[in-house]
């Protein structure tokens, strides 16, 4: 299918206006009469034995309804699958959303509050007497994993909670025969996902066990299967109303708050809101890991790559599970290398247990790798998009974490980077350019949907994925596309648990992939019905009518041979008959979807850099993805910018900071500093379109790859305007400043008597 | 934050209300009852001394449009324009919209129509997850009236003060400018 009516438009989105007038409901938006607020007090040490809790003066002060304790939460020991992204471990949650025995990071909830006021319950929250036993915080990949370090959890020794290998061919032999090898090893810190919406719910339970819970979440399912699974209920007891969402990128998929919503809600008979300030957010969600990656390639004088060997080390956080494996099988994928070795470790420390962040595992990975790559064209005097072109995948080659890719856009990407106005562009003085991959699987999964036609011949779909960024007017589109009737005609709806089929969560880059078919098998499975009433209006079989822009066309002869009349019934027309030949028309479509295309991004970048203070700044951003087929291309582009801008805020300044005890020091936006306006330039954008054959219009997934380039894009420029190669991030000013100092030192040393004296002399 | 926030700020005594209130030996417990006009509404509620305008405008007076995303004055999302001028409403205290004007983006619309940057920013898909979107209308609305012909680097500079995570902001810069270009910024 090539020509398309809608799909490849702009429409204006469905939820646009509610949107910018202020109207739309985002999870703090929502109260019930005579609603309780929730507070929650969190361990001020990074690694501590719980001795006692004493909740007797909360209880007593006035206002106050309810506490709750690790007691309230039944022990679980069950796993909850999520598929491609995360598997989560429900007793670890169970145990994040109120510690047991132990608090395990700086920030770790300890007992929850119900009061009437936010005021009261915050005070109520603070009489709550802790008795701690301080004990040695792990705050580090090379201190935990260190012999005799103290341990998080007694399962794993050296905090190492699990490791993993992935190898082809013999990487150790190769490298004998490299003409250049080049090892390095690169450090990233642990980093927020900086959605502007704190997670917030309000909770209400009855006397008859039945929940409802109102969130903001990426997965209303998955808040329902985990409160369910965490509390001990049945799913049926809970509804799930996803509010619209603040921003997500992968951290609003686990539990913090709806389960204590709940027991709190159940303890006092009353509906319970909980809303978490911005503190919170960094000190008690789930960032990313920060990591340790030691990489290693060898290559041929002419740029061919022969092996290479990566180990990581990822922090889990508090309770074991980083995404370390995926990134052990993203490092290399858009390479063709017949020997590697790669191996991960999950790492557990004295920080927030981590959550996905949009690509989990890849940006970093491919900091270390993309930027060793760079440094193996500089050293062979290669063009660097030429050295990637030469070893570049392209469909039949082995993906190193296994299958054989299909179609895949890598080449044609680099290609559109090569050709770019942007690659040829001059630079300025203290100007360096950068270039990078990034690849990310995109998810397949599960999903639903279903659409109803109304009597003027508009429709209606129902999915359970909360609407992120455009997902509801890309539905639409396809509906549009499928039904031959105008996108402003089909009203999209994000559905609760109650009315929506199963559907996994908004992420993975799978809404338009995985729900996007759905929706599409949906309107198909309405187009079929219509094909059979204008068979039935015809008098004729359904096989004789057939579909052709929007309208049911017969394909029997007017003196009723075969050929075909010009008889044609559009979907007003036969909307309008419906109650006459046969009644509503429903379609429904569920879907597995396997994991999508894999989708390969380049990006390049100019970076000025002022070298007497080490600041640097963007001067030109070129993103360029194969996304398989854009259905809204201004959300693609939108995906694609802000993806880039994120993981610009990752190279140059955001970071964790921790004192020695574990405790974070720069939890607010202040201090955690994401990019702002007046910090970027335009960020041009090129959509590629390689089909992707599991999906019926090529969708390939688009949200996720655009923020793994920008690491090592920025660091490739940073070095190319500075001819000093970092290895650690973020690269901030006063780490480029002593980078550069210590640069000016050593090749100072390094130089000749003569050359000292010159330098010196002048 | 934009500078003309910081100038605010640093102009403004946030405490100076409450000051008064103790000085003259009002009760400091009880609350306050404020008359205040708010998207040209002449408006009441009560709050606490305390309370900052965001959480009444949030739940007092039950305009929720102006969103919570830190309550230290850094991500914007709160922005309103009071008396003129460009504040986080997280930073202001309650009590201080007595006799005040103030806007917030439940009043950028004129009735039926949209403002034209509610308009460009639709058809600029200038809004992604859309959590910060009504503070960066709110806060452009305020570029826009103080300055109808911003360039780039100015509209980037003024809307620092707001943080948005989903978009990169080049659509939303590009709504902005659209806007100036068509100069009908009323």
Not at chain 1, 1 to 28: Q, S
Not at chain 1, 95 to 117: E, F, P
Not at chain 1, 626 to 642: C, F, R
Request: proline share 6%; with cysteine.
């Amino acid at each position: 299918m090539t020509d398309f009516a809608y799909i490849g438009t702009r429409p204006i989105r469905h939820d646009g206006v509610d949107k910018v007038t202020g109207r739309a409901a985002y999870g703090a938006d929502f109260s019930l009469p005579g609603m309780l607020h929730g507070a929650i007090l969190r361990s001020p040490h990074a690694h501590a034995r719980i001795v006692s809790i004493d909740t007797s003066a909360a209880e007593a002060m006035p206002g106050v309804k309810a506490v709750i304790t690790g007691k309230d939460i039944p022990p679980n020991s069950a796993k909850l699958v999520l598929g491609g992204e995360a598997a989560l471990d429900l007793h670890d949650m169970g145990d994040n959303l109120l510690a047991h025995d132990k608090a395990l990071y700086n920030g770790h909830a300890i007992a929850a509050v119900a009061a009437t006021t936010v005021d009261d319950a915050r005070e109520a929250a603070e009489l709550i007497r802790v008795e701690y036993e301080v004990l040695t915080p792990v705050t580090g990949i090379d201190q935990a994993i260190a012999p005799g370090a103290p341990r998080l959890h007694q399962a794993f020794a050296n905090n190492i909670a699990h490791r993993m290998e992935l190898k082809r061919g013999d990487a150790e032999s190769a490298f004998k025969d490299a003409d250049v090898v080049v090892e390095r090893e690169f450090r990233t810190p642990m980093v927020h996902q900086g959605y502007i919406e704190p997670h917030a719910c309000v909770a209400r339970i009855g006397q008859d066990g039945r929940a409802i819970v109102w969130c903001s979440t990426q997965g209303p399912f998955v808040v329902r299967d985990a409160c369910a699974a965490i509390l001990g209920m049945d799913a049926a007891l809970i509804k799930v109303i996803a509010s619209e969402i603040g921003g997500g990128f992968g951290g609003k998929i686990v539990v913090y708050l709806e389960p204590l919503a709940i027991l709190l809600s159940k303890k006092t008979n009353r509906p319970v809101k909980m809303v978490m300030s911005r503190d919170e957010v960094f000190r008690a969600t789930g960032p990313t890991s920060g990591t340790k990656i030691r990489a290693r390639f060898g290559a041929k004088r002419d740029g061919t790559l022969v092996a290479a060997s990566v180990s990581l080390w990822y922090e889990a956080g508090a309770y074991r599970g980083s995404p370390a494996g995926a990134g052990a099988m993203c490092c290399l994928t858009p390479y063709r290398i017949p020997n590697f070795f790669i191996e991960a470790h999950d790492v557990v420390v004295n920080k927030p247990k981590v959550a996905a962040y949009r690509a989990p595992g890849s940006p970093m990975a491919m900091f270390a790798t993309e930027s060793v790559v760079d440094d193996i064209a500089r050293q062979l005097d290669i063009d660097p998009i030429e050295l990637r072109l030469k070893n570049a995948v392209s469909e039949g080659d082995q993906a190193p974490y296994g299958p054989k890719y299909g179609p895949i856009g890598l080449k044609q990407v680099l290609d559109a980077a090569k050709n770019h106005p942007h690659y040829q562009a001059p630079l300025a003085a203290n100007q360096g350019r950068g270039v990078a991959c990034g690849f990310w699987f995109n998810a397949g999964m599960n999903s639903s949907a279903t659409i109803t036609l109304n009597p003027d011949g508009s429709a209606a779909v129902f999915t359970g994925n909360p609407d992120i960024g455009g997902t509801r007017v890309a539905q639409a589109l396809m509906v549009a596309e499928e039904l031959g009737i105008p996108v402003e005609r089909v009203r999209p709806h994000v559905a609760d648990t109650d009315s929506a089929g199963h559907t996994d969560v908004t992420g993975g880059s799978r809404v338009c992939y995985a729900t996007g078919n759905a929706v599409i098998q949906a309107a198909r499975d309405v187009r079929d019905q219509l094909r059979a009433r204008a068979a039935k209006i015809w008098k004729t079989d359904v096989d004789r009518v057939g579909w052709e822009a929007g309208r049911a066309v017969s394909l029997d002869g007017a003196d009723g041979s075969a050929g075909r009349d010009s008889k044609t019934l559009t979907v007003s027309d036969l909307a309008a008959q419906m109650p006459h030949t046969g009644g509503p028309i429903v379609g429904r479509a569920a879907v597995s979807m396997p994991m999508a295309g894999p989708g390969f991004a380049a990006h390049i970048c100019d970076l000025e850099v002022d070298p007497e203070t080490g600041r640097s700044t963007v001067v030109r951003y070129t993103a360029i993805q194969d996304v398989g087929k854009a259905v809204h291309p201004s959300y693609v582009e939108g995906q694609m910018q802000g993806g880039a801008s994120q993981g610009i805020g990752w190279a140059l300044n955001e970071e964790y900071v921790f004192n020695a005890d574990g405790v974070m020091e720069n939890a607010g936006f202040l201090d955690y500093r994401m990019p702002v306006a007046s910090d970027l330039p335009m960020i041009d954008t090129v959509i590629v379109e390689v089909a992707n054959p599991l999906h019926p219009y090529g969708v390939r997934g688009v949200g996720e790859v655009p923020i793994v380039p920008p690491l090592a894009t920025v660091a490739n420029a940073m070095r190319g305007a500075t001819g000093v190669r970092f290895t650690e991030l973020p690269l901030s000013p006063p780490r480029v400043l002593q980078g550069l100092t210590e640069w000016r030192q050593s090749t100072f040393q390094a130089a000749g008597p003569t050359t000292q004296a010159a330098l010196t002399r002048s | 934050m934009s500078v003309s926030l910081r100038m605010y700020l640093s102009n403004h005594a946030i405490g100076s209300f409450f000051d008064r209130l103790r000085t003259s030996g009002t009760e400091v417990m009880s609350k306050i009852h404020i008359e205040t006009t708010i998207n040209g509404e002449p408006t009441e509620f009560l709050c606490e001394p305390h309370e900052s305008l965001l959480t009444a405008l949030r739940n007092a007076v039950g305009l929720t449009g102006t969103k919570e995303g830190c309550t230290t004055g850094d991500c914007g999302a709160c922005s309103v324009i009071l008396n003129g001028r460009l504040v986080p409403a997280c930073l202001v205290l309650a009590p201080e919209a007595q006799g005040a004007t103030l806007t917030t983006i439940e009043g950028i619309a004129d009735g039926e129509r949209l403002h034209p940057l509610q308009q460009k920013f639709l058809e600029h898909a200038a809004l992604q997850c859309g959590i910060c979107t009504p503070g960066f209308i709110v806060a452009a609305k305020a570029l826009l009236d103080a300055n109808p012909n911003p360039s780039e680097e100015e509209t980037r500079y003024w809307l620092a003060g707001n943080l948005c995570r989903c978009t990169g902001y080049d659509k939303i810069i590009r709504a902005v400018m659209d806007v100036a270009a068509a100069g009908s910024t009323k």
